[in-house]
T-cell receptor, first 115, second 113 residues
Framework: GAGVSQSPSNKVTEKGKDVELRCDPI?????LYWYRQSLGQGLEFLIY????????KSGLPSDRFSAERTGGSVSTLTIQRTQQEDSAVYLC?????????????FGEGSWLTVV | SQQGEEDPQALSIQEGENATMNCSYK?????LQWYRQNSGRGLVHLIL?????REKHSGRLRVTLDTSKKSSSLLITASRAADTASYFC?????????????FGKGTTLSVSS
């Protein structure tokens, strides 16, 4: 597609349920990133995929969070047993190669509300 | 924290005025980028300045980088109501795969007509 596509745009889920957020990066981009942004806050790095290398999971806040990237393209971020503090916008981004110096392109985000 | 920190947190100006936002960071960087975010949605890349550059221009945007002070500034000249948004600096420390841009908390700019 022309840009980074994320789905769903909005998700309301009950505390304790699992959620999956999907990201379809720009075609040909080898690097893919997930960030989280709480209301009025900056972006918090979650995880980074680069080609076939092992992903950098250093930003995942707990073992309830996991992400996969299949076939070097689409990525899914999974949050298990959601908590209210997980409510945030989850932003996916991609770039032609990994940093440094590459422009990264963001999707519109998935708004997650845990009630 | 290696995070870039923007200053001020919020800025309100009139159309036609210039807006200056600052970003400070703590360790050496490969490059620094500025992004814009409208209404809490996706970020849009504005400009990248490398560690060996001191100033870059793009339209009404002017970015400076002072590596000795570990700081950068974003100047928007002749601001417009459409410039109302949050602006983030992001520091890139380079390195192997797994490096990530570290974003600050942003400056919220309001331009009134």
């Amino acid at each position: 597609g022309a840009g980074v596509s994320q789905s769903p745009s909005n998700k309301v889920t009950e505390k304790g349920k699992d959620v999956e957020l999907r990201c379809d990066p720009i075609s040909g981009h080898t690097a893919l990133y997930w960030y989280r942004q709480s209301l009025g806050q900056g972006l918090e790095f979650l995880i980074y995929f680069q080609g076939n290398s092992a992903p950098d999971k250093s930003g995942l806040p707990s073992d309830r969070f996991s992400a996969e990237r299949t076939g070097g393209s689409v990525s899914t971020l999974t949050i298990q047993r959601t908590q209210q503090e997980d409510s945030a916008v989850y932003l996916c981004a991609s770039s032609f190669t990994g940093f440094s110096g590459n422009t990264i392109y963001f999707g519109e985000g998935s708004w997650l509300t845990v009630v | 924290s290696q995070q870039g920190e923007e200053d001020p947190q919020a800025l309100s100006i009139q159309e036609g005025e210039n807006a200056t936002m600052n970003c400070s960071y703590k360790t050496s960087i490969n490059n620094l980028q500025w992004y814009r975010q409208n209404s809490g949605r996706g970020l849009v890349h504005l400009i990248l300045i490398r560690s060996n550059e001191r100033e870059k221009h793009s339209g009404r945007l002017r970015v400076t980088l002072d590596t000795s002070k570990k700081s950068s500034s974003l100047l928007i000249t002749a601001s417009r109501a459409a410039d109302t948004a949050s602006y983030f600096c992001a520091t890139d420390f380079g390195g192997q795969a797994g490096t990530a841009l570290i974003f600050g908390k942003g400056t919220t700019l309001s331009v009134s007509s």
